[in-house]
């Protein structure tokens, strides 16, 4: 039999779940009447969820501990991996309109082995959700002075309605709120370089507090494998990669444009994040000693502070964190719902809907947020990027190796069960 329906026909799928505009076709690739975005919007859309502050926290901490050299090499070698990785995964997902499951499922994990693959994704997109919204509650906790419980609840709450309606609303969302993130995640780092150069080579020069040398390789390994926790961004990406339209001769150029730029072209901007969440980290060391200086909404508020006055400083600090916590959770709760959908329905037969592993997948990252996770950032990104890897790489082995370049299996992904 050639491949099975990517909706499989033994699942059974009650009349609440049959609403698939609503849904985003959970279980099967998105069919060509409703991959209405162009090129632009849908790359925009799934850069949208490279806005998350947690880019800035790694950083800051790979560089506190491995010295700025060090942490340079680490970012850099995670980012080559992750981008020549991503390539044909994002390639895939855009010339076959499928997500990262299915692709899976085709490159020799087959449906069951899928099943644990997408358990693992949907562990990505809880514990970086649990990430984020940390930091959004930080930042409500300096500005508004709202306990910590709290603003873990507000965070969480905050992005049901949005991650409901799917992409027709994170396309809305993403667009409209990318320029003003922008703004105000470069503006201050500009203002600060520009007024004090000096800082520049006082952090190429610092050696970080790890007992390190300046160039150690242990250092650029260790620290590369907390970057390297991050090589799962590709499957969000690929959940909105997979709307692509379909590629012509008139769109080819706008087309390749969209699929490097939003499928591996995010790690650049994450990199750039990085060294720029090192740099702000080693600022904030030097200049308010006791502060946290892993904490972005901390860097933030300190830069603002040299570029404005107090009050309006600290507004805009805790504008960012909120925009950058909306634009990135909205993503992880619904690539996670898609994850978990999938997963629970192999397994049960039964499908209940994208709507209620939303809910299930906020609940466990609130549950997460609740016991502090943030404060043991860097072991568990660290334990989770051997998952990872070892998944994120093989299949993308598979597709070059075995598909392209030996031609061992077909080019067209297969779903037999």
């Known amino acids: 039999m050639q491949n099975q329906p990517m909706q499989d026909t033994f699942i059974e799928k009650p009349s609440s779940a049959a609403n698939e505009t609503l849904e985003d076709y959970t279980l099967r690739y998105a069919p060509y009447s409703f991959r209405r975005w162009s090129p632009k919007v849908v790359a925009i859309t799934a850069l949208g969820g490279i806005a998350y502050l947690a880019d800035f926290s790694i950083g800051a901490s790979i560089g506190m501990t491995y010295g700025t050299t060090n942490a340079i090499f680490s970012i850099l070698f995670a980012a080559l991996i992750i981008f020549l990785t991503g390539l044909p995964l994002a390639y895939y997902a855009a010339r076959y309109n499928i997500d990262l ?24 997109t ?108 590709i499957g969000e990406q690929i959940d909105y990669l997979r709307f692509m339209p379909a590629k012509t001769k008139e769109n080819s150029k706008a087309w390749w444009i969209a699929v490097i730029s939003a499928g591996p072209g995010w790690v650049i901007l994450g990199a750039i994040k990085q060294i720029i969440g090192a740099f702000l980290g080693f600022y904030l060391l030097t200049k308010i000693p006791g502060v946290d200086s892993t904490e972005p909404v901390q860097q933030f508020n300190a830069a603002f502070h040299d570029m404005l006055p107090g009050w309006f400083a600290l507004t805009l600090a805790v504008i ?3 925009i950058s916590q909306i634009k990135i959770n ?16 192999r397994i049960s037969k039964h499908y209940p809907g994208r709507i209620v592993f939303v809910l299930v997948n906020l609940a466990i990252a609130l549950a997460l947020m609740e016991g502090n996770m943030f404060a043991v950032l860097g072991k568990i990104l660290g334990f989770y990027s051997n998952f990872a890897i070892a998944w994120v790489v093989v299949v993308a082995t598979d597709i070059t190796v075995n598909k392209y370049l030996l031609k061992l299996s077909p080019k067209e992904p297969e779903y037999r069960r």
């Open 126 to 233: 809880f514990i970086f959700f649990a990430l984020e919204g940390s930091i959004m509650a930080q930042g409500l906790l300096l500005g508004l002075g709202i306990p910590l419980w709290m603003g873990y609840l507000i965070s969480t709450i905050m992005v049901i309605p949005l991650v409901i309606y799917g992409m027709k609303a994170l396309s809305t969302l993403q667009v409209w709120t990318t320029p003003i993130w922008l703004i105000l995640m470069i503006g201050p780092v500009a203002y600060l370089i520009y007024q004090e150069p000096e800082l520049v080579s006082q952090f190429a020069a610092y050696a970080g507090n790890g007992g390190f040398a300046a160039i150690d390789v242990a250092a650029i390994m260790l620290g590369a494998g907390i970057c390297l926790s991050l090589i799962m961004q």
């Open 101 to 124: 499951d299915l692709i899976t499922r085709g490159a020799g994990f087959g449906y069951f082995g899928s099943v644990l693959t997408s358990i693992i994704f949907a562990s990505f």
């Open 330 to 345: 909205v993503t992880n709760a619904y690539s996670g719902s898609l994850a978990w959908t999938s997963a629970y329905t």
């Open 320 to 322: 960012l964190v909120v």
